[in-house]
């Protein structure tokens, strides 16, 4: 296991290097070290960041001892016990998912690929437990571990220009959701009415580092209803 250490990136952020290489093997000890250090409030720490090997870790420009601080999150990095999928404090969303083929451009492709029927891929990625390893990309988009191997697919060559908001696309063994309409090069296989980023709540985004995911196939009159309420909303 590869031991924590601190890479400075400014006089007041710095990364906690938790693991070597990329990949899920690891990837619950990120969260769970974001979220030890974000339950000890350590004071100084204005912002925490899980990213695929990292926590970025923002210090408050009046402190006095950026080092001090830093070397405590380190501690709690290296002391804090890894936590499973239990933890009382993990919270399960349920997200409604239409697989209906306008909605879901590429999802026969990678049905085809996989030797399924494009409602048995469906079912299979409704199936799934996934996890929240960080945000990025842009404001709310999710990177999701726990896809099911059979539908692995890579990136698209060239990016659609318009992705529309709620769109659920793959990317290698990640599933994310596009929280607003941008520029996508994931394979899209279905859409979610449920808004996943709105700047005006108080929590803006709706997934948050550590959260597990379980998606529910609905019909597409399903999705036109509950989009409709959403935007008028």
């Given at each position: 296991m590869h031991h924590p250490r601190i890479i400075w990136s400014g006089d007041r952020t710095l990364h906690l290097a938790l693991v070597e290489g990329h990949g899920d093997a690891h990837?619950?000890?990120?969260?769970?070290?974001?979220?030890?250090i974000r339950d000890e409030a350590v004071a100084g720490v204005i912002d925490l960041t899980p990213a695929s090997t990292t926590v970025q870790i923002t210090i408050d420009p009046g402190a006095a001892d950026p080092v001090a601080?830093?070397?405590?999150?380190?501690?709690i990095a290296r002391t804090c016990a890894l936590r499973n999928s239990a933890h009382e404090s993990q919270r399960t969303i349920e997200i409604p998912v239409c697989y209906d083929?306008?909605?879901?451009?590429?999802?026969?492709?990678?049905?085809?690929?996989?030797?399924?029927?494009?409602?048995?891929?469906?079912?299979?990625?409704?199936?799934?437990?996934y996890t929240v390893r960080f945000?990025?990309?842009?404001?709310?988009?999710?990177?999701?571990?726990?896809?099911?191997?059979?539908l692995h697919a890579a990136r698209?060559?060239?990016?659609?220009?318009?992705?529309?908001?709620?769109?659920?696309?793959?990317?290698g063994a990640r599933c994310g959701i596009y929280p607003s309409e941008t520029p996508g090069g994931?394979?899209?296989?279905?859409?979610?009415?449920?808004?996943?980023?709105?700047?005006?709540?108080?929590?803006?985004c709706s997934l948050r580092a550590g959260d597990r995911v379980r998606f529910r196939a609905i019909t597409r009159e399903e999705y036109d209803a509950r989009h409709a309420v959403e935007r008028s909303s």
């Amino acid at each position: 296991m590869h031991h924590p250490r601190i890479i400075w990136s400014g006089d007041r952020t710095l990364h906690l290097a938790l693991v070597e290489g990329h990949g899920d093997a690891h990837a619950e000890r990120i969260v769970n070290v974001f979220k030890a250090i974000r339950d000890e409030a350590v004071a100084g720490v204005i912002d925490l960041t899980p990213a695929s090997t990292t926590v970025q870790i923002t210090i408050d420009p009046g402190a006095a001892d950026p080092v001090a601080i830093a070397n405590e999150a380190l501690r709690i990095a290296r002391t804090c016990a890894l936590r499973n999928s239990a933890h009382e404090s993990q919270r399960t969303i349920e997200i409604p998912v239409c697989y209906d083929s306008d909605l879901a451009p590429d999802l026969e492709a990678i049905a085809s690929g996989a030797g399924l029927s494009t409602s048995d891929a469906a079912a299979l990625h409704a199936s799934a437990v996934y996890t929240v390893r960080f945000l990025g990309f842009s404001p709310g988009f999710a990177y999701l571990a726990g896809l099911p191997a059979a539908l692995h697919a890579a990136r698209l060559d060239s990016p659609r220009p318009r992705v529309r908001a709620g769109s659920v696309g793959v990317a290698g063994a990640r599933c994310g959701i596009y929280p607003s309409e941008t520029p996508g090069g994931w394979r899209l296989i279905g859409a979610t009415p449920l808004p996943m980023f709105d700047a005006q709540r108080p929590d803006p985004c709706s997934l948050r580092a550590g959260d597990r995911v379980r998606f529910r196939a609905i019909t597409r009159e399903e999705y036109d209803a509950r989009h409709a309420v959403e935007r008028s909303s």
